[in-house]
């Protein structure tokens, strides 16, 4: 029903940028909040940052400053902006999305795209 796609990862060196994209594609109603997770090696996913609707965001201490989340409502789409990228940031970044659909107009379901590789390395 739901599609959630991630696109822009890839190989960077420390202090580079990199900018993320994920495209939300199916029967969509529409979408609430949307987030950046990421599982960096041998660890726990983690959330990165969110945005909702009206474009209220919040993120992880260890990006504030750093990263920059936003969103674009009549395309389904939600990008990252990272910069000032450190190894730490190695992970497999992971979109989210809270969405109704046309069948199921009265709940969100949470959907996941297949993640992309991000790695920092010199």
């Known amino acids: 029903q739901v599609q959630l796609v991630e696109s822009g990862g890839g190989l960077v060196q420390p202090g580079g940028s990199l900018r993320l994209s994920c495209a939300a594609s199916g029967t969509i109603f529409s979408i609430n909040t949307m987030r950046w997770y990421r599982k960096p090696p041998g660890k726990q996913r983690e959330l990165v940052a969110s945005?909702?609707?009206?474009?209220?965001?919040n993120y992880a201490d260890s990006v504030k400053g750093r990263f920059t989340i936003s969103r674009d409502n009549a395309k389904n789409t939600m990008d990252l902006q990272m910069n000032s990228l450190q190894p730490e940031d190695t992970a497999v970044y992971f979109c989210?999305?809270?969405?109704?659909?046309?069948?199921?107009?009265?709940?969100?379901?949470?959907?996941w795209g297949q993640g992309t590789q991000v790695t920092v390395s010199s």
């Open positions: 989210n999305a809270d969405v109704r659909t046309y069948s199921n107009r009265f709940s969100f379901t949470a959907y």
């Open positions: 945005i909702t609707s009206g474009r209220s965001t």
